[in-house]
């Protein structure tokens, strides 16, 4: 006779940790969690999960039912294959830019060991309210709510979590009351670890926008982290080539010190959108390091952003 906890241990691989079974008088009963699985794959996992449980000894029958989570905000992703190529400046500056298009947007810092937005958007030292167990995101000058690991332990103290407890706190911060956005941009970390698994498999984004330099050694990440979110079903909204040019403030003389068009030529190569360049210019650094994100203060590089965000604002609406 199977038991329940021969009967589970079948399911877990087939159902990647979906699904729960018990029997009860020869009859099977299986609630498989389908939150951000399409239509078909439901349809998929529902039929495998049949047909694992189906002629095992003592069970006759098999019921399955399908629960999801309700969820009222659509996620995107922005991320990159390595560190340092200002991942976080953008989905900062995305966010802002789409908040000031008339949308309502709010922003997870899920660079759990490395979170910047607190610094970028002004609210250092600016803790959340919890009510009825969830976190109330932090409202910032510009009109996105935001929420951080920055925001929950002190400036100078390590986070050294390994993945499930690194996991289960971009789950607290996704899971917020976000009240009327319908937008959460997600600063994830670099790299294709813990969390990046957690987003996919549980909060399921609507499209991912990768962004890199221009020089060949931040192209080769890229690509790892478009091909992650490519297996896991996930589209590419377009890549954003960063720090691409710099003009001399003494002679106005132009220079491509990380090389220049890199990403472009890798988006046409791979067949995804090239959502555009942003110049290197101190302007981003200085502004961003005083709590005003660069999108607010004009000139050339709030241009750039705000064709970025443009571009993204066009791809939700589609």
Request: hydrophobic share 45%; with cysteine; aromatic share 4%.
């Amino acid at each position: 006779m199977t038991t329940n906890d021969q009967l589970n241990s079948l399911l877990a691989p087939i159902a990647g940790g979906r699904a729960t079974a018990r029997i009860d008088g020869g009859r099977a009963s299986i609630i498989i969690d389908v939150t951000g699985l399409t239509p078909d794959a439901r349809t998929n996992l529902e039929e495998d999960v049949k047909a694992a449980a189906s002629g095992l000894a003592g069970i006759d029958s098999v019921r399955v039912a399908m629960t999801s989570q309700r969820q009222t905000h659509r996620l995107v992703a922005v991320a990159s294959g390595k560190g340092g190529v200002g991942k976080s400046t953008v989905s900062a500056n995305l966010a802002i830019g789409l908040a000031q298009a008339g949308r309502q947007v709010g922003l997870v810092d899920a660079d759990i060991y490395g979170p910047s937005q607190p610094k970028l958007f002004g609210v250092e030292g600016t803790r959340p309210q919890a009510k009825d167990k969830q976190l109330i995101p932090v409202a910032t000058a510009y009109g996105v709510p935001i929420l951080s690991m920055g925001q929950l332990v002190a400036a100078d103290q390590a986070i050294a979590w390994r993945g499930p407890m690194a996991a289960g706190a971009l789950g607290q911060l996704v899971d917020a009351d976000w009240g009327k956005a319908d937008t959460i941009i997600l600063d994830l970390p670099p790299g294709t670890g813990d969390v990046q698994l957690t987003m996919i498999q549980k909060h399921k984004p609507v499209g991912a926008v990768i962004v890199s330099t221009p020089q060949d050694l931040a192209l080769i990440d890229a690509r790892r982290a478009i091909d992650l979110f490519a297996k896991a079903g996930i589209p590419i909204i377009g890549l954003v080539e960063n720090m691409a040019g710099y003009i001399c403030p003494h002679c106005g003389e132009a220079s491509d010190p990380f090389g220049r068009g890199g990403a472009e030529a890798a988006a046409t190569e791979l067949g995804i959108d090239f959502l555009g360049r942003i110049p290197l210019d101190i302007a981003i650094r200085t502004a961003s390091d005083a709590g005003t994100p660069p999108i607010v203060r004009g000139g050339p590089e709030a241009i750039a952003l705000q064709a970025i965000a443009t571009r993204v604002g066009a791809w939700l609406d589609r």
